[in-house]
């Protein structure tokens, strides 16, 4: 089995910061990737940035220039990095890890941005 612990979120003003963090534990043998999704009231959930075992990273059209992803593969953990923050980023946010064909999902925290 893998844990994913969440860190980080809560409530900023528009134009503030916040750095979420995803520590998977576990049967952990070889992640393939480690990424963020997200879900506002109403919307379906969405992939927010990703990153490859390699270093690759993949962001939504929404958060490039203002999010970073980035992973410390020794801790096995994978941070979001949000600046610029808009109202309408507003949501839960879900750790994501794939290991192999399986997937791994974070209990989810809540960002909230207020105009």
């Known amino acids: 089995q893998v844990q994913l612990v969440q860190s980080g979120g809560g409530l900023v003003q528009s134009g503030g910061s916040l750095r979420l963090s995803c520590a998977a534990s576990g049967s952990i043998f070889s992640i393939t990737s480690m990424g963020w999704y997200r879900q506002a009231p109403g919307k379906q959930r969405e992939l927010v940035a990703s990153m490859t075992s390699g270093g690759s990273a993949n962001y939504a059209d929404a958060v490039k220039g203002r999010f970073t992803i980035s992973r410390d593969n020794a801790k096995n953990t994978v941070y979001l990095q949000m600046n610029s923050l808009k109202p309408e980023d507003t949501a839960v946010y879900h750790c994501?890890?794939?290991?192999?064909?399986?997937?791994?999902w974070g209990r989810g925290t809540q960002v909230t941005v207020s105009s």
């Open positions: 994501n890890v794939r290991i192999m064909t399986t997937t791994y």
